[in-house]
C-alpha cells in the first residue's frame, strides 16, 4: 500500500500533512491514512482514534499487516480522547464526517484540553463546511488552505487550519465559499455552485409556496442565491 492507493479524496487530505508529522487521524476506519502516510516515510508517528469497536479493529489489522505496531497506535476513543498532549501531535485530521460532527469533535477536544493549538488541523467534511469554518475562525484558526475535488460524482472540500499570530478577517461570503476556494474558482468548485444554484432556485421556489412563517428562511435563501451568481458571474460562467 502506498498513498496511490488511497481514494483521490484522502490523498488529497495527506497532501496537507506536513513532512514528518506526528498525526493523530481521528475517525481512522482501516487506519488507511497513517498506514500510506507512514509507508511513505511522510509522517514520523501516528495515532489511528476510532471510536466503534468494528473499524477499530480493522485499523488494528491494517497496522498490523504492515508491522506498523511500533510506529501507529490504534486507539479506541471518542473523538480528541484518543489524544493527549504528550502525544505532541503536530497533525490532526478528520476525514469523511459531516462538519457539525468534526466541529463538535473539535470542540469537546478543546474542552478536555486535547488541543495544544500547535497542531495542523486537516478537516474534509462531506457536509457542513460552513459551520466548520465558522467554529474554525470563532477559535481563531487561519484557513491556511482548501482544495476541493471530485469523485465518484461526489464533490470534497479539505480545509487545512492553522493557529497563527495574526488572522485575517472574513466575511460571511467567505466563510460559505471557503476563503481560498473562492479565490481559486477551480472548475469543481463552479461545478458545484451551478448545481447547488439549481436547487436553492428550487427550494426559493416552494418556500415561496408555503403557507408557513418561512421569512428568514427566505431571506437567507435569496442571499445565497446572490452570492453564487456573483461568484458564478466572476467566474464567467
Ligand atoms: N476517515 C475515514 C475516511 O475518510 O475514509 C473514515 C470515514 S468513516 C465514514 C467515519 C468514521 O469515523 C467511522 O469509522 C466512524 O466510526 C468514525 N467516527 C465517528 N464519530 C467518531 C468519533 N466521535 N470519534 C472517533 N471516530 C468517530
Redesign the pocket.
Known sequence: MNAKDL?I??QKAAEFVPQDARLA??????A??PVALMLQRKISYGIA????VG?YKSAQKQVAKYGLENKIDVRL???LE?VSLSDQVSAI?????GGV?IRD?LQRGKEKQRLSGEERLIL?PNVGERQLRQWLISEGYTITNESIIEENNKVYEIIVADKKSNQPTYTDKEIFFGPVLLKTKAPVFVGKWQHKLNKQEKILNSLHQSDQDVAEKIREVMQEIEWIKEVLADAGK
Open positions: 481514494s479524496r484522502l487521524d481521528i475517525g481512522s476506519d482501516h488507511y491514512l482514534g476510532e471510536v466503534v473499524p476513543a471518542d473523538g484518543a485530521t478528520i476525514c469523511g464526517m460532527l469533535i474534509q
